[in-house]
């Protein structure tokens, strides 16, 4: 249960950072629509996520892992669409979010395994 807490924490915590940093992205309606955000991107990251890292094995053998960025922008771009209060306009930043949520994630997965 803590991990999908962490994710939802994560997601939160990572669109907040895109919309203060990264030119394009907008989040309508404060905090609770940021908690939304951040709720739709834990469930996406803890269910689906996996299954989709699964099916796409041998994709992501074959890039020697980078397809796993285009499986993390498609995640990023799933909640966008979700949720109208969400705005990403354009590749870039959306890359720009990936990234930053990428990072969050890398870190908190590198505190999950040193527990």
């Known amino acids: 249960m803590s991990i999908f807490i ?8 990572g669109f907040w950072l895109s919309e203060r940093f990264v030119p394009g ?4 309606g404060g905090i609770r ?5 951040g709720l739709i991107f834990g469930i996406l990251n803890f269910f689906v996520k996996p299954v989709l ?7 992501k053998i074959l890039t020697f892992g980078l397809f796993s960025l285009i499986l993390n922008m498609f995640m990023v ?6 949720l109208i209060e969400l ?5 870039v930043p959306l ?3 990936t990234l930053i949520l ?3 994630n890398f870190m908190y997965r590198g505190n999950q395994l040193r527990k």
């Open 87 to 91: 705005t990403i306009e354009g590749l």
């Open 6 to 13: 962490g994710h939802i924490l994560i997601g939160m915590l």
């Open 25 to 28: 992205v907008a989040i309508a």
């Open 102 to 104: 990428w990072g969050l």
């Open 53 to 59: 890292d699964f099916l796409s094995l041998p994709l």
């Open 77 to 82: 771009w799933l909640v966008d669409v979700l």
């Open 33 to 37: 629509f940021l908690a939304i955000s």
């Open 95 to 97: 890359f720009w979010t």
